[in-house]
């Protein structure tokens, strides 16, 4: 209750009251000190006694930041990790994660639980130990702490649970890759626990489901099922192990051999409750096993057929067992025993002479393990000596020293007595090839011999003094030194094929002289076989063939030029018949000619009949024809200039082809000018004839220098002929009716195909023939079909220029139809593998030259087939003189056509166009394989 003094609110008394509260107040703050205090002190030890139990406990705790940084970790946690204490605070928790897809993909979920403010908890992780590296697998809780500023991680070791789980499967995956079924067999109720494979083994494809000792037992072959039983329970019985081999009865009633062990794991008092084993199939082992025994049996039915004997030594108690065979080596007809023979023994029965070399020999193998052959002389009981060759094999060590040795003997006393003949033989032979060596060396060629394996024994003197090398340089494989780069790997193949064939063979390659320069030439051996048809040795020779492989060459060139030829003479026949406008037809010529020789252009010049001037006509450039009334000449002066200076006057006062090598160091004028830029070097300048009369010329440009030989100049001549042909022919075009043009066209269609086309025809078949001989190595023959050639190239040539002319054939100018016709067979089928035959009928008489030219013609043409066509062999002429009619009949025995169907070309139909302008009658005969007759029969009266 309030006091008076309080009552009476005076100052002393609101003093008084304001002291005693403060007195209340400092003792209730006395109190909340000390009850803070004492707060504080339980506090720290509650902290105190957290950390212990935090550092303390048996499970693996961390605490880590939102980087996964870890803040702190228990020792466990230390311990699982690998980490030291001093590492904690550096120690990222995502770095110790294994980089498994797996558990990639299990961290990655619980952080997103974790993300989430949710509890991720029992994830099993492979981590990496800071320490060393090595794996270990933890069940993972981590939940967010209430601050969010990090988590609360617990993780328990399961790395035992987790290999023992790979363990088992490996084993299991062991057992099934081995073909090793498994079971665990319930003793005491007599059921089991059994893996598919086991079960397998028995025949069963799926699993049993009633298993015990019973049913195994009834599987068992009725012959194996006592033995096996017995073995079974005896090992049950005794808490032994068990295994055993036997034979099962599959459910089909096929046979097959199981091996099965089994080892007791469980007793109760005493006695066997479970037991636990493995069965594998191995009917494939038993039959491989009954194969070795029957080749053992073969093998040893083999020594004995081949008088070998066979022995086992044991080299510690040196006693032996040996066959009978062996024995018999020794001179004896009954087997010794075993304890009576061994290394001493058999010593004694070496011959005094080899006792040494053969015991060293013998116990030097013992020593290195290595194995022992040797051949040597023994002493008989009846004091006879005989040759034995033996060889042993160490089969058995202990401790690094040989315990056994297995081996064979055999009598080889008949081989060494016809060795020693052989020696005798040898050393005759040895002291006759010396002789024969030193006759080698004397003769002018280039000689070799080689071992069987094909590497050089012996190089004869020339050898050695054409290619510079000493014998000692190239013997063995050394002598490819001589051998040109680009030859080498055909010829190796060659000579090794060639060894390996055992035949004789030869080959073609260049040889480098003695001072560099490289030769072809032809490589020839033969092998010595002995008695068995193998190779004692290789002879073999070279010889110098350059100056045939010039010549082939050569006519290779002439043969390509005189395709190019019938080629471009063809493509011309075939424009001169399908166009139908005639200034194109010179266009096609000049392209023909700048493709033949791979000319950059060509240009056509002319006379000029009233100034005798050379004026510039018409160009062939960028695939077109340019003339000179187009823009790039017309302002420029057209004319050649023709002073002694220049290099071409001799082109027209000559008539014959001009090479200007290097234009740029002619004179400068107007056209030469204008090729500069061109990059034109040099020009073939062609001379042109028309009747004989030189009317201008063809040139040919090039971007680079060329050379040309003679047959490429008179190739360049024809196509100039046909040039100057085409352009008269365009220029009778414009002057003549249509009529004309067609017939004058068909004439030099059939003049030409009739001249150069099948004169052309005969070249190409007489430089095959060529080739041919020439491959068949009959160089004399080849000649002669070259000069055959060049003649009937010759004549071709000849007669362009007639056709020209419009002049007939010049075997009609200086003989007859009958010997001309005669003369043309002879010539075009000599050397070829066609015969001809020519007759005349009645008395010759002289017809109009037309048809004389007409029949020379169409002569020409039916042999041309019969050559290039209708391969006959046979080829019969009859020209028959008749009072009223003159008739040529031609037969081949070629492989024939069908008249009545098309026949394209200008054969059939030029002949045809020829008999009937001579009123004359065709027959055409021939069937497919059985050849051709043509019979063309001319009225008398109409010549």
Sequence with gaps: MDTPTEKSGGPAGTLSALGRELARCKRDLDASTALAARLAQENDTLREDFRDLFEEAPIAYVHEGLDSRFIRANRAAMRVLGIRPDEVAGTFGRSLVARTPETLQRLHDAFEAVGLGQEAGGVELELRRKDNGEPVWVQWWSKPASSGDFTRTMMVDITDRVRMARTKAALEFSLESGQVGDWDLDLVNDTSRRSLRHDQCFGYGAPIADWGVKQFIGHVHPEDRLHVEAGFRRAVGDLRDWSSEFRVV?????????????????????????????VMDITERKSAEERLRETKAALEFTLESAGVGDWDLDLINDTSTRSLRHDQCFGYDTPIPEAEWGIEVFIRHVHTQDRTRVETSLRGAVRDLAGWQSEFRVVWPDHSVHWIAARGSI??????????????????????????????????????????????????????????????????????AYTGLAMEEALGWNWVKAIHPDDLPELSKHWRRTVQSTQAAEHEARVRRFDGEYRWFLFRCQPLLDDAGKVVRWYGTNTDIEERKRAEQALLASEQVSRGQVDALKSTLEALAMEPAANRLVEH?????????????????????????????????????ITKADPPFVDLDQSLPMEDLWP?????????????????????????DRLLPLGIVTVLLVPMFVAGRLEGAVGLRFVEKRTFRAEQIDLAQALANQAMLMIQFAHLSTQSRETAVIAERNRIARDIHDTLAQGFTGVIVQLEAAEDANLQGFPKEARQHLDRARSLARESLNEARRSVQALRPQALDDSDLSDALDDLFRKMTAGTGLASEFTVLGVPRSLRPDWETNLFHIGQEILTNALRHARATRFTVTLAFLPDEVSLDLRDDGRGFDPSLRNDGYGLLGIRERVEGMGGRLVVQSLVGQGTTVLITLPLSEA
């Design 250 to 278: 599959w459910p089909d009633g096929s046979l097959h051999w199981i091996a099965a062990r089994g080892r007791v794991y469980q007793v109760s008092e005493g006695k066997a409750t479970r037991m636990l084993g493995v």
């Design 395 to 464: 089969y058995r060590t202990s401790e690094g020293k040989a315990t056994r040795m297995l081996g064979i003997v055999i009598d080889v006393t008949e081989r060494k007595k016809a060795e020693i003949g052989h020696a005798k033989l040898f050393t005759e032979l040895q002291e006759w090839e010396a002789r024969f060596r030193l006759a080698i060396d004397t003769i002018p060629g280039l000689t070799w011999f080689c071992l069987p394996d094909g590497s050089a024994e012996f190089l004869n003197t020339q050898w050695c």
């Design 589 to 625: 010529v000049l392209r023909i000619i700048a493709d033949q020789f791979d000319a950059h252009s060509v240009s056509v010049w002319r006379r000029d009949q009233a100034s005798g001037k050379i004026r510039f006509e018409l160009a062939y450039e960028d695939s077109r024809v």
């Design 648 to 672: 071409w006057p001799d082109v027209f006062s000559t008539g014959k082809p001009s090479l200007i090598e290097d234009i740029r160091a002619v004179p400068p004028f107007a056209l030469r």
